[in-house]
């Protein structure tokens, strides 16, 4: 059974009669599921703001990011590859969005301000390009749970319903996001160390 009883004694009864309170513990998923869609807009803004902030480079903050990002991009791939069991052209439009997001990391290094200084640098990404980047993704999300709410309540015959709603242009746009920051720390590493060598 998939309840949570709770008895409480009621207050206003002169004898203290026990009352049954039900609670369905399926509703605890979907509140969880609802949180993390209400924080959506909260997380795109922080992300916004840290992303076009003027920041300091470090070595080892871009080589771990760096790693994390390869390693992301990797497992990505293969996830995408066995996704294209199921999902028509999953792996190509991954690939395909990873390099466009690796050639927008290009573009963001060339118009990123460089604040170049004795033993440090500083940079400052384009804003125009990170607001369009985070308002692309943010689309493409909603628009991937919309698609899929209509799609699943529809039912549409003859195909898996994850597979019409969207799934391989949802990885594409995911894929953009790691193309961009894997161009973008390797640019800011390779930039640090050509300052740093030529002070």
Known sequence: ????TDTTVDPASPVGIVVGCRVPLLVIPVLAVLAVVALIPISIVQRYRMGTARQ???GWLATI?????TLSSL???VSAGITNVWVPDALRYTALG???GCLLGLAGLHLTRWEPSTGALHYTPNRPLVLTLTLVITA????GFWRGWHTWSAGIEGSPWFAAAGV??????????LG???AYWVGVRRRLRRQLSNP
């Open 98 to 100: 990873l390099a466009g």
């Open 168 to 177: 391989a242009g949802s990885m594409a746009a995911g894929a953009v996001v």
């Open 140 to 143: 493409r999300i909603f628009y």
């Open 56 to 58: 300091r480079a470090r």
């Open 75 to 77: 497992m990505f791939l």
């Open 1 to 4: 059974m998939s309840e949570y």
């Open 180 to 182: 961009y920051y894997l």
């Open 65 to 69: 990011n760096i790693t994390g990002l």
